[in-house]
Antibody, heavy 119, light 107 residues
């Protein structure tokens, strides 16, 4: 079964760092782009960016450029989203999703990781 | 960035009704348009890609149409499990922007 399994919920303080994960199974991890999508509480979906695990090429939305970092470890089929200094406004649900090859739609989604940043 | 405008933002409908949701990108995107369903507390699910292609396992009461700057998601004969929020997304260029969502509620 093709699936993405994300790491569990996190509660952090402003200024702390964080790295959340997205582990794939059931397909060739390196061959598909992985995207990250933010959903703030009660709000819609925001496209943060994508990473190609084969060579770690990344494309960030201008809204998120410099605010987060994507990475991937092919040896364990896992993608990561990290922050160096969290803000309260980073409080949100974060989804990873596989980008389908031909049409670039997100066809497989992780279950989401809730990040709460509060002092 | 391409802006995606969905309408309506919300609607109330009854089981068995037909529902149409429109999505208008701020520039032409050919057929690089997908539709997603998100139930409360759940991750989004892909319904339609390439504007009109039904994703594997999605019921045939869902259909998509359009190209360029005008797209429609149609649900014929609304079922109880269809009450959810629906999003369009363009993949013509990065960032792959989403519409603001359309919440389909029970009348």
């Amino acid at each position: 079964e093709v699936q993405l399994v994300q790491s569990g919920a996190e509660v952090k303080k402003p200024g702390e760092s964080l790295k959340i994960s997205c582990k794939s199974s059931g397909y060739s991890f390196a061959a598909y782009w992985i995207g990250w999508v933010r959903q703030m509480p009660g709000k819609g979906l925001e496209w943060m960016g994508i990473i190609y695990p084969r060579d770690s090429q990344t494309t960030y939305s201008p809204s998120f450029q410099g605010q987060v970092t994507f990475s991937a470890d092919k040896s364990i089929s896992t993608a990561y989203l990290q922050w160096s200094s969290l803000k309260a406004s980073d409080t949100a649900m974060y989804y990873c999703a596989r980008r389908e090859m031909a049409t670039d739609a997100f066809d497989i989604w992780g279950q989401g990781t809730m990040v709460i940043v509060s002092s | 960035d391409i802006q995606m405008t969905q309408s309506p933002s919300s609607l109330s409908a009854s089981v068995g009704d037909r529902v149409d949701i429109t999505c208008r990108p701020s520039q032409r995107i050919s057929s690089y348009l997908s539709w997603y369903q998100q139930r409360p507390g759940k991750a989004p699910k892909l319904l339609i890609y390439a504007a009109s292609t039904l994703y594997t396992g999605v019921p045939s009461r869902f259909s998509g149409s359009g190209s360029g700057t005008n797209f429609t998601l149609t649900i014929t004969s609304l079922q109880p499990e269809d009450f959810a929020t629906y999003y369009c997304q363009q993949s013509h260029s990065t960032p792959g922007t989403f519409g603001q969502g359309t919440k389909v509620e029970i009348k």
